[in-house]
T-cell receptor
Framework: DAGVIQSPRHEVTEMGQEVTLRCKPI?????LFWYRQTMMRGLELLIY????????DSGMPEDRFSAKMPNASFSTLKIQPSEPRDSAVYFC???????????????FGPGTRLTVL | AQKVTQAQTEISVVEKEDVTLDCVYE???????LFWYKQPPSGELVFLIR??????QNEISGRYSWNFQKSTSSFNFTITASQVVDSAVYFC????????????FGTGTSLTVIP
C-alpha cells in the first residue's frame, strides 16, 4: 500500500489567501484525522472522521478552518482566509477505527508544511 | 481526563549507550491503549508499537524494548546500543474507550545520539 498521501508537501502563501490541503487515506481505513504541529503547541488534533462523518471538530481553531471528507478516499482541510499564525505542519492520519477490539494505530502521512507570509 | 506526560524534553547520548524515554499516562478507564511514535528529522511520524491495558508483558523488538507498568502508569521505551539513526523526536500516546480512536499525545522527547 502507498500509505497516507498528502498534497502539497509544501505550501507558501500570503496572508488572506485560501489554502486547501489534501489527503488520501490508506485504502480500507475508515477513520481519518487532521493534526497540526507547531513548536509552541506540539501536535494538536484538529478534527477526525469515522466513515466519512465528522465526529469531533473541537480542535478546529476557528471558523476559518473547515474540513470535508466527501468519500472514503479523500479529505480536504481548508483555511480561508489564512493568517501567519496558521504556519505549521499539517498531518493527515488514518486508521482502521476502534472496531470491536479497541483502538488501532494511526498511520500518518508525510505532512504539509504551510507557511503564511 | 486523559493525559500523557513525557517529562524529558531533550536527551543526548553518545552512540552505543542505552537510553530510556519515559512516558506517564492518566486515564480513568480500565481499557486503554498506549502507543509510541518516532519522528525523525525528515518529519514523518512512524508508528512503533501499540500496547493494550490488559497486556503487561514487556516487549522487545531488536534494540527497542518497552516496559509497561500499570502500577506506576508508565510505558517507558528503551533503546539499547543507540545509533545515530535513532536521533528523532519520540511521542507517546494514549487512547481509551471514552476517546474512541482519538489519541492523546505527549509533548515528545527529542533524542540526539552523538557519534
Amino acid at each position: 500500500d502507498a500509505g497516507v498521501i498528502q498534497s502539497p508537501r509544501h505550501e507558501v502563501t500570503e496572508m488572506g489567501q485560501e489554502v486547501t490541503l489534501r489527503c488520501k487515506p490508506i485504502s480500507g481505513h475508515n477513520s481519518l484525522f487532521w493534526y497540526r504541529q507547531t513548536m509552541m503547541r506540539g501536535l494538536e488534533l484538529l478534527i477526525y472522521f469515522n466513515n466519512n462523518v465528522p465526529i469531533d471538530d473541537s480542535g478546529m481553531p476557528e471558523d476559518r478552518f473547515s474540513a470535508k471528507m466527501p468519500n472514503a478516499s479523500f479529505s480536504t482541510l481548508k483555511i480561508q482566509p489564512s493568517e501567519p499564525r496558521d504556519s505549521a505542519v499539517y498531518f493527515c492520519a488514518s486508521s482502521l477505527g476502534p472496531g470491536t477490539s479497541g483502538s488501532n494505530e494511526q498511520f500518518f502521512g508525510p505532512g504539509t508544511r504551510l507557511t503564511v507570509l | 481526563a486523559q493525559k500523557v506526560t513525557q517529562a524529558q524534553t531533550e536527551i543526548s547520548v553518545v552512540e552505543k549507550e542505552d537510553v530510556t524515554l519515559d512516558c506517564v499516562y492518566e486515564t480513568r478507564d480500565t481499557t486503554y491503549y498506549l502507543f509510541w511514535y518516532k519522528q525523525p528529522p525528515s518529519g514523518e511520524l512512524v508508528f512503533l508499537i501499540r500496547r493494550n491495558s490488559f497486556d503487561e508483558q514487556n516487549e522487545i523488538s531488536g534494540r527497542y524494548s518497552w516496559n509497561f507498568q500499570k502500577s506506576t502508569s508508565s510505558f517507558n521505551f528503551t533503546i539499547t546500543a543507540s545509533q545515530v539513526v535513532d536521533s528523532a523526536v519520540y511521542f507517546c500516546a494514549l487512547s481509551d474507550r471514552n476517546t474512541g480512536n482519538q489519541f492523546y499525545f505527549g509533548t515528545g522527547t527529542s533524542l540526539t545520539v552523538i557519534p
